[in-house]
């Protein structure tokens, strides 16, 4: 299967350079995310030296999107790292996401068989590693990186490790130097907005949702919006309380994207398939539903221990690829903690009560 992602990647960038694939409609879907089910030996190890990064669609003829291999990465399994998006032509590159640290030149690399135009621009969608793992790669190579204030405030900040040891410093060149606030009284207001290479390109501060520092990048001509992580169809959502997530928050960037979107609008989640604004129904059901449920659940003294018994993702399990013990428990849990007492949002991240279960 490694060996035959490869041969594919490799004859799609020839098509990249040789313009065949031109006449193509979007979006084009050259390499799908694999569906599993995957695992993984104990003590199993991320070999980051045999992860490869393709151009896995397009959106536009002049937007691609990368990934990177399938099976290998034990956090995302079904492609590994975060999905990057590449706007690029006579003005330059405009990149969305930097990838893991480990997979920068491989990405880099990848860029350059379809286009030798200049790095010129980042935005960081949100704080976690297989999104800006990359940036002070690509600030070296000539990216201006921007990103919602919170972002930058977590990376100078970041929480405290499992152990409790403090997290290691950022490299400042991986940084963002151009910020945004999000404002409540202008959602889904452009903070920023780009044009270049032919494209219109806004960069949409969210509320916290995925984490308190996530931004969409729509790009207008192409009618497309990166969605980052609040929505993902392979395993069960993930809202990172401790960088200021809320699952609450995420039903409202649901929302948010349904108005934003029109029917043909192309929606790129950082991890999983290409989708459209009708697919966002069944999940934002699924989030009313449980939130409910454990609400109810909490609500009659249930501990979290009771409540993680009573498998309550099994009406969606059927429909949910990559859907783990570890990811259920994880979505049950942010909710139980998120339906009462929830602590709130202080430089942009949440003390977490973690009490016995």
Same mark, same amino acid.
Request: aromatic residues 8%; negative net charge; without cysteine.
């Given at each position: 299967?490694?060996?035959?992602?490869?041969?594919?990647?490799?004859?799609?960038?020839?098509? !990249?350079?040789?313009?065949?694939?031109?006449?193509?409609?979007?979006?084009?879907?050259?390499?799908?995310?694999?569906?599993?089910?995957?695992?993984?030996?104990?003590?199993?190890?991320?070999?980051?030296?045999?992860?490869?990064?393709?151009?896995?669609?397009?959106? /536009?003829?002049?937007?691609?999107?990368?990934?990177?291999?399938?099976?290998?990465?034990?956090?995302?399994?079904?492609?590994?790292?975060?999905?990057?998006?590449?706007?690029?032509?006579?003005?330059?590159?405009?990149?969305?996401?930097?990838?893991?640290?480990?997979? /920068?030149?491989?990405?880099?690399?990848?860029?350059?068989?379809?286009?030798?135009?200049?790095?010129?621009?980042?935005?960081?969608?949100?704080?976690?590693?297989?999104?800006?793992?990359?940036?002070?790669?690509?600030?070296?190579?000539?990216?201006?990186?921007?990103?919602?204030?919170?972002?930058?405030?977590?990376?100078?900040?970041?929480?405290?490790?499992?152990?409790?040891?403090?997290?290691?410093?950022?490299?400042?060149?991986?940084?963002?130097?151009?910020?945004?606030?999000?404002?409540?009284?202008? *959602?889904?207001?452009? !903070?920023?907005?780009?044009?270049?290479?032919?494209?219109?390109?806004?960069?949409?501060?969210?509320?916290?949702?995925?984490?308190?520092?996530?931004?969409?990048?729509?790009?207008?001509? !192409?009618?497309?919006?990166?969605?980052?992580?609040?929505?993902?169809?392979?395993?069960?959502?993930?809202?990172?309380?401790?960088?200021?997530?809320?699952?609450?928050?995420?039903?409202?960037?649901?929302?948010?994207?349904?108005?934003?979107?029109?029917?043909?609008?192309?929606?790129?989640?950082?991890?999983?398939?290409?989708?459209?604004?009708?697919?966002?129904?069944?999940?934002?059901?699924?989030?009313?539903?449980?939130?409910?449920?454990?609400?109810?659940?909490?609500? *009659?003294?249930?501990?979290?221990?009771?409540?993680?018994?009573?498998?309550?993702?099994?009406?969606?399990?059927?429909?949910?690829?990559?859907?783990?013990?570890?990811?259920?428990?994880?979505?049950?849990?942010?909710?139980?903690?998120?339906?009462?007492?929830?602590?709130?949002?202080?430089?942009?991240?949440?003390?977490?009560?973690?009490?016995?279960?």
């Amino acid at each position: 299967m490694k060996r035959n992602w490869l041969l594919v990647s490799a004859a799609l960038s020839l098509l !990249a350079l040789s313009g065949l694939a031109s006449a193509q409609t979007y979006p084009e879907i050259l390499i799908p995310p694999a569906k599993g089910p995957f695992t993984f030996a104990k003590g199993y190890q991320i070999p980051w030296d045999q992860i490869q990064i393709a151009v896995t669609e397009k959106i /536009a003829p002049n937007i691609f999107l990368l990934h990177g291999s399938p099976g290998l990465d034990t956090a995302h399994p079904d492609a590994s790292g975060g999905r990057i998006a590449v706007l690029f032509g006579p003005d330059g590159v405009l990149m969305v996401d930097s990838e893991d640290v480990q997979l /920068a030149e491989k990405s880099l690399k990848i860029i350059r068989t379809f286009t030798n135009a200049p790095i010129r621009i980042m935005v960081n969608s949100h704080i976690h590693p297989d999104h800006t793992g990359g940036n002070a790669f690509f600030a070296k190579q000539g990216a201006v990186i921007f990103s919602q204030e919170n972002l930058r405030e977590e990376m100078l900040n970041p929480p405290p490790r499992a152990n409790g040891q403090s997290a290691p410093a950022p490299d400042p060149a991986g940084v963002p130097v151009g910020t945004y606030k999000y404002d409540p009284a202008h *959602q889904g207001d452009p !903070a920023m907005t780009i044009r270049m290479d032919g494209e219109t390109v806004d960069f949409i501060p969210m509320m916290p949702s995925h984490t308190a520092g996530d931004t969409i990048i729509r790009f207008r001509k !192409a009618n497309a919006i990166y969605i980052e992580d609040f929505y993902r169809n392979f395993g069960y959502p993930f809202a990172d309380q401790a960088e200021g997530g809320s699952i609450k928050g995420m039903l409202e960037a649901t929302d948010l994207i349904g108005k934003l979107a029109d029917d043909n609008t192309i929606l790129i989640p950082g991890h999983g398939t290409l989708i459209h604004k009708k697919d966002l129904l069944p999940y934002r059901r699924m989030l009313v539903e449980v939130l409910a449920k454990v609400k109810s659940l909490r609500d *009659q003294g249930k501990s979290l221990g009771d409540v993680l018994a009573m498998n309550l993702t099994a009406p969606y399990d059927g429909a949910t690829l990559g859907d783990s013990q570890d990811s259920k428990d994880r979505f049950i849990t942010e909710v139980y903690y998120e339906v009462k007492d929830f602590p709130p949002v202080v430089d942009g991240k949440r003390s977490m009560p973690r009490g016995p279960g």
